[in-house]
């Protein structure tokens, strides 16, 4: 997934990191799409990109993957570390 600079954390994130995907808005006044916040782990650590975005592989299930990677490619996605998963 490429996400925007500020649409993830900052902290490394190895593999195996549990992440909660967010719908979200785009840049204007766009309402979030549709769907409940999706589960995942991280399968390869961020890249940083020159400007300022990043590169994340995210592993989810089979059913939400289309539907996340639409909502990457439309900067509607959000990537939060959740509390208490492996680090």
């Given at each position: 997934l490429?996400?925007?600079a500020g649409r993830l954390p900052s902290a490394l994130m190895p593999p195996g990191t549990d992440?909660?995907?967010v719908p979200v808005g785009g840049d204007g006044?766009?309402?979030p799409p549709a769907g409940a916040s999706v589960?995942?782990?991280i399968a390869t650590a961020a890249t940083t990109?020159?400007?300022g975005a990043a590169l994340v592989d995210v592993t989810v299930s089979a059913g939400e993957g289309e539907r996340v990677a639409r909502m990457?490619?439309?900067d509607q996605l959000v990537l939060l570390r959740l509390a208490g998963g492996q680090r």
């Open positions: 490429r996400l925007a992440v909660l995907l006044a766009d309402a589960t995942g782990k990109l020159p400007d990457a490619a439309a």
